[in-house]
């Protein structure tokens, strides 16, 4: 089982850290992604972290304003935003891979096994 927590309504510019915790197995054993989807928009992908600490983000949306960090001692994967934008409103969600996925194949959301429920970031203007 995922549980996101962290989410909440903030203003533009400001950080939100998004938390997921990973039961049932060690969370070692999993690569895990954060995806967001919109409202009236596709499920995107946001940035993910293999089982070996490799890290991918998607591209020019995120890149250098989220992070994503895993600590296996408390089953549990953040995703740090700062510098949030309006366009960052989404229900965010993250999600469990028991493979060993090429960087390319993080992105895909087919390529999950597990998801969380989401939580809901709203980031106001």
């Known amino acids: 089982q995922l549980q996101a927590s962290g989410g909440g309504l903030v203003q533009a510019g400001n950080s939100l850290r998004l938390s997921c915790v990973i039961s049932?197995?060690?969370?070692?054993?999993?690569?895990v992604g954060w995806f967001r989807q919109a409202p009236g928009k596709e499920r995107e992908f946001v940035a993910a972290i293999k089982q070996s600490g490799g890290i991918s983000y998607a591209s020019d949306s995120v890149q250098g304003r989220f992070t994503i960090s895993r600590d296996n001692t408390k089953n549990t994967v953040a995703l740090q935003m700062r510098s949030l934008k309006p366009e960052d409103t989404a229900v965010y969600y993250c999600a469990a891979s028991e493979r060993r996925l090429i960087t390319s194949s993080l992105w895909s959301d087919s390529q999950y096994d597990f998801w969380g429920q989401g939580t809901q970031v709203t980031v106001s203007s």
């Open positions: 049932g197995r060690p969370s070692s054993s999993y690569a």
